[in-house]
């Protein structure tokens, strides 16, 4: 079975970014995984200022906004590092929430697919030919969630 999300009102919307769930990382709590993800474009870049407001933003949609305005410069690199940065965030967002760890858990070995019509790289895009890049980091998170409780049980 494939099981698809995407808003964070839909069933299974705790996988996506824009769900509240807050992480810590390196000593900064960021109130969604979307927040940590949009700041992260702008850390060493010439528009580096903007974090501080994508960090206070009062929503992701708002985080997301801020983070997506075209006119700005992302870090050179941002793309090479992107999916290590997004992975870094889940695993620490599910690592932290214990309610939707268990969601993620139950989800077995189905197919996690993040249903965006308009995203062919974390999502699958409008016509399912999209990478999924953001399933994938999931179903891993899965299994690295699953062998740390196996050695620890
Ligand atoms: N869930 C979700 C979205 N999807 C998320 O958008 C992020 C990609 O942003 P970018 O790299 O700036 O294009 C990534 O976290 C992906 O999961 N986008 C939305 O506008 N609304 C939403 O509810």
Redesign the pocket.
Known sequence: MTIYF???WEPYGCF???SPHGIEIRGTYWSTV?HY??AQKFVGSVDAAIIPSIYAAETPEQA?AL??CSTRQLRSDWDAVKTQVMKEAVLKKFLTHAEIRDTLLATGDNLLV?N?PN?YF??CGADKTGENC?GKILMNVREEIRNLLCRYQ
């Open positions: 995407y808003k964070v996506s970014n824009f979307e993800y949009q997301a983070g997506r993040e965006s995203d974390w999502g953001l």
